[in-house]
């Protein structure tokens, strides 16, 4: 599975490779981590829109993956939102640092496991999801 990851900053490219350099430090996404950049605008200087690509192996790699998102935002001193979409079915989810900065141990462990949930295939209970989330629209 992949995760393309975008955010919203006033310094997107800082940030963004401030989350890549997180994210690399960890086993299980090493090498698995890279910087994408769309071509720039007609007219215009410098990279168009950078984002993450995360290429997720089995074996826990998405547990790790949410609770790095979740960490990074929470030392973010500047408004950060983040988008995490997931290839396929473009399943997604947005988390903002307002939102996490001032959870607790157990709020914490919940906004982890449901960034998790949200781009797993599968419900709490363990049946099938594929192809059933809302798209992101375009």
Known sequence: MDVTITLLTDEPGDELRS??????????LR????????????????????????????????????CVLITWLRQRTSDVTLTAVRDGDRAQVTLSAR?????????????????????????PGGESDAGSRRPVEE
């Open 99 to 123: 939102r996490v900065r001032g959870l607790d141990g157990a709020g914490l462990q919940r906004q982890i496991s449901e960034v998790e949930r949200l781009l797993k295939d599968e419900l």
């Open 19 to 28: 989350l890549h350099g997180w994210l690399t430090q960890e086993d299980e």
């Open 31 to 66: 090498g698995r981590v890279g910087i994408a950049a769309d071509p720039p605008e007609p007219g215009t200087m410098g990279a168009g829109t950078e984002a993450l690509l995360v290429a997720l192996a089995p074996g826990g790699a998405l547990a790790v993956l949410s």
